[in-house]
């Protein structure tokens, strides 16, 4: 998983309650993504980062905050988690912009998140 | 096992067949294209990539095709093995930092 960690890897929580998901990369690649999947849809863009506190919105943003503090971690956050965000997430990185630079994105294991 | 993809298409391949795999792309200004393997509980893997100067890469057992005229993109895979069986999908990026995901396509390898 191109040196991606994601924790937790499970996870069950109750409507109403705040989430956060972590994503951890030992890559130095600057742009991180966080995505959700969901049968009968794509991989969709919750939020990316293309360096240390820069932060962009993706197409189903609402609801989810991110933050970057570090190079290696990216964090989202489910303010008040409802039962549409019951899915599974997965974190990615791409060495997008660096000298060489590629758009490919390698993917973590993902977390599965019930909200109940 | 994971519940992503329960409806989709599906390609049933004999052990040691060809397989073809197919994707239209939705813009024609995308100039990067990406496909991925996806195995049950897994986090999807890059397996080969195209840009749109070229019409045609290809990786070990895998072929990338790329017909900009018809905004089609196939993934061939020779020799189809039981490892491969797995949920497909390509991606295209056109002038901007994110990825335009397919939802995907089932291969189920059969001896």
């Known amino acids: 998983d191109a040196g991606i960690t994601q924790s937790p890897r499970h996870k069950v929580t109750e409507t109403g309650t705040p989430v956060t998901l972590r994503c951890h990369q030992t890559e130095n690649h600057r742009y991180m993504y966080w995505y959700r999947q969901d049968p009968g849809h794509g991989l969709r863009l919750i939020h990316y980062?293309?360096?240390?506190?820069?932060?962009d919105k993706g197409e189903v943003s609402d609801g989810y905050s991110v933050s970057r503090s570090k190079t290696e971690d990216f964090l989202l956050t489910l303010e008040s988690a409802t039962s549409s965000q019951t899915s599974v997430y997965f974190c990615?990185?791409?060495?997008?912009?660096?000298?060489?630079?590629?758009?490919?994105?390698?993917f973590g294991p993902g977390t599965r998140l019930t909200v109940l | 096992g994971e519940s992503v993809g329960l409806h989709l298409p599906t390609l049933s391949v004999q052990e040691g067949d060809n397989s073809i795999i197919n994707c239209a792309y939705s813009?024609?200004?995308?100039?990067?294209f990406i496909w991925y393997k996806q195995e049950s509980g897994k986090g999807p893997q890059f397996i080969i990539d195209i840009r749109s100067n070229m019409d045609k890469r290809q990786g070990q057992r895998v072929t990338v095709l790329l017909n900009k005229t018809v905004k089609h993109l196939s993934l061939q895979i020779a020799a189809t093995q039981p490892g491969d069986s797995a949920v497909y999908f390509c991606?295209?990026?056109?002038?901007?930092?994110?990825?335009?995901f397919g939802t995907g396509t089932r291969l189920q390898v059969f001896p």
């Open positions: 980062s293309y360096g240390v506190k820069d932060t």
């Open positions: 991606a295209e990026k056109f002038n901007t930092d994110k990825l335009i």
């Open positions: 813009n024609s200004a995308s100039d990067y």
């Open positions: 990615a990185i791409s060495d997008r912009g660096a000298g060489g630079s590629t758009d490919t994105q390698y």
